[in-house]
C-alpha cells in the first residue's frame, strides 16, 4: 500500500516560471513532511520540511504548503531554474520516534531555457 | 567534514548468494538507517541503528540484516539473495535518531541479482 503518492512522474516548467510539485499521503499518524531532491548518480539531499501545527514554511525560492484535512502538501519553486532540474522525493515521518521515512515515488523536474 | 560513502558502488551477484554492502557515517553523526530503491519507486526503509543497535525496522524479512560499528560506520546483510533484491541501496546518516532534516545520504551501492 503506497502511504505517500506523488502522482505526477515527470513536470516540464520554463524557466523564470513556478513549479508546483504535488504529493498525497494516507496515513493520519504522520505529522512531518520533507522533501528531498536527488540528482543522478547522487544520494538524495534534504530541501525543507514542514511539522502537521504549520500550514507553510518558506525557504528562500522553496515553500511548502500543508492542508492537513486534504492529506496533500505542495512544493512550490519560484523562480525555477535549470539547476533546480532533479527528481523530487516528498517524504512523511512521525515526530518522537526513531526516524524511518515513508517516501513517494518522485517527480522529475525538468527546468527549460 | 567528510561526507556518507558507500561501496562498493555497483555489484552483480547471483539469485541465492548472500552481499554485504557498506557505509562511512558522516563525522559527528551516530546514527544510520538503510533505503531500498527499487526502479521507479521511492526509497524504502530497511531499518535503522544507533549505538550498534537496530532501532526500528521496515516491512523485510530476516534476511536483511545490519550491524553498526563502534565507529558508527554500518554494514547491511542480505542473505539468500532474490531476483527482487536488485536495487540502490542508500545509507543515511544522521547526528539524532528523529529528524529527516539531519540525514546525509550516500550515493547508493547498485545491486544486480541474476
Known amino acids: 500500500d503506497q502511504q505517500v503518492k506523488q502522482n505526477s512522474p515527470s513536470l516540464s516548467v520554463q524557466e523564470g516560471r513556478i513549479s508546483i510539485l504535488n504529493c498525497d499521503y494516507t496515513?493520519?499518524?504522520?505529522?512531518?513532511f520533507l522533501w528531498y531532491k536527488k540528482y543522478p548518480a547522487e544520494g538524495p539531499t534534504f530541501l525543507i520540511s514542514?511539522?502537521?501545527?504549520?500550514d507553510k514554511n518558506e525557504d528562500g525560492r522553496f515553500t511548502v504548503f500543508l492542508n492537513k484535512s486534504a492529506k496533500h502538501l505542495s512544493l512550490h519553486i519560484v523562480p525555477s531554474q535549470p539547476g533546480d532540474s532533479a527528481v523530487y522525493f516528498c517524504?512523511?515521518?512521525?515526530?518522537?520516534?526513531?526516524?524511518?521515512?515513508?517516501f513517494g515515488t518522485g517527480t522529475r523536474l525538468q527546468v527549460t531555457l | 567534514e567528510t561526507g556518507v560513502t558507500q561501496s562498493p558502488t555497483h555489484l552483480i551477484k547471483t539469485r541465492g548468494q548472500q552481499v554485504t554492502l557498506r557505509c562511512s557515517s558522516q563525522s559527528g553523526h551516530n546514527t544510520v538507517s538503510w533505503y531500498q530503491q527499487a526502479l521507479g519507486q521511492g526509497p524504502q526503509f530497511i531499518f535503522q541503528?544507533?549505538?550498534?543497535?537496530?532501532?526500528g525496522r521496515g516491512n523485510f524479512p530476516p534476511r536483511f540484516s545490519g550491524l553498526q560499528f563502534p565507529n558508527y560506520s554500518s554494514e547491511l546483510n542480505v542473505n539468500a539473495l532474490e531476483l527482487d533484491d536488485s536495487a540502490l541501496y542508500l545509507c543515511?546518516?544522521?547526528?539524532?535518531?528523529?529528524?529527516?532534516?539531519?540525514?546525509?545520504f550516500g550515493s547508493g551501492t547498485r545491486l544486480t541479482v541474476v
Open positions: 541503528y544507533y549505538r550498534e543497535e537496530e532501532n
Open positions: 517524504a512523511a515521518d512521525k515526530i518522537g520516534t526513531a526516524s524511518k521515512l515513508t
Open positions: 543515511a546518516s544522521s547526528p539524532l535518531v528523529t529528524g529527516g532534516e539531519g540525514y546525509t
Open positions: 496515513n493520519s499518524m504522520f505529522d512531518y
Open positions: 514542514i511539522s502537521s501545527i504549520k
